[in-house]
């Protein structure tokens, strides 16, 4: 399945999203029966949660559109550009180096050149130091040229419109403007397999800094790899944990990763209090949100499909709780949009009897009904 290029400034100007459509704080109660006090709950929301991909959004180099490189992915730079707008959250990776350093970067490998020749080094196998040689530096000295290898084998130098140097999750604490949130994604490579002991290992790394460093900021936790997720929601009980799945648009070995249905039962088995699921898995799937719902679990997605305004504003109304998104300038002020108070009041009139469809005009409907085969092509 691949994903057309369609950018919100595309969409007809005719079908605005609601005023009351806008972002949420996560609050910190004491739940009857349930978390501890203290314990951040996302169990109660009633607005919509926006964050932002790598921080401004992910680097596509292979992209024609110049916002898919503007600013360095999961930098100092992007995540505090990311800060300054109307967004509740800034979603990054984390990975833990061979010496034990929480650093901020997505990718499992990492390439330069040498001599014309392309060199790939696994980042888990690289010490701090050896990392931060890569790129830009931070005394403006001449890092090693910085490369990447797109999912069909395709390389690109990582040139951006604004470059920044790569930084270390204790770096993100001290550094990024508050309040905005962080949803730390534990990374790990899906072609390995990892021992209790090491994923507990790189765990532990991880919430050393963020107990030492987190102070009052907004913290959950994501990861595809079900393991990594249920074990993080066992070594502690402060922060929220979500299960990354991409609802079966790639088959795993791991048969945990590969439907909806099986990440319902990730989270109730390990106690997770949510998922972030991959938005196409929601559209082919839309009953998967009742039963998720029936499961006392929120439902987050991610995917391009999300930087338009319209696909995010249909989930709102599905019942979707919040969305990553790479486009965070244009979706954050697509759901802002107050231009229509006759929607304003069907969308409360909505919320308060879940029973009651939303009534669309003709018009409206139609180009809902025919945005998804436009934007989502088979192969």
Known sequence: ???????????PRKFHVDSDFKRVSFSVVLKEGGEREGEETIGSITKFVVMGHRGSGMNMLQSPDPRMKS?????????????????DFIEFDVQVTKDDCP?????????????GVLVEKRVTDLTLQELLSYGPQKDEGVGKPLFRKTKDGRVFEWKVEQDDCFCTL????NKVESPVGFNIELKFDDQLVYTKQQLTHSLDV????????????????????PDAAQLMRKLQQKYHVFFLTNGGSEIYTDTRRNSLEEAIHVCLEGGLQGIVSEVKAIFRNPGAIARIKEAKLSLFTYGQLNNVGEVV???????????IVDLVDEITRAISDNDSDKKVDQLRKFQRNTTLPPQFSKEELSFLLNLMPQLMVNH
Do not use: C, W
């Open 103 to 115: 650093v901020i970067f997505h990718d499992n490998f990492i390439f330069t050149q040498q001599q």
């Open 313 to 323: 504003y249909m989930q709102h109304l599905m019942g979707v709780e919040g969305v």
């Open 170 to 173: 204790e770096e993100a604490f």
């Open 206 to 225: 991880i919430l050393k800094v963020v107990h030492e460093h987190a102070g009052d900021r907004r913290i959950m936790f994501s990861s595809f790899q």
């Open 1 to 11: 399945m691949a994903v057309k290029a369609v950018h919100v400034s595309d969409v």
């Open 71 to 87: 600013l360095k992915e999961n930098s100092l730079l992007s995540f505090n550009a990311a800060a300054k707008l109307p967004l």
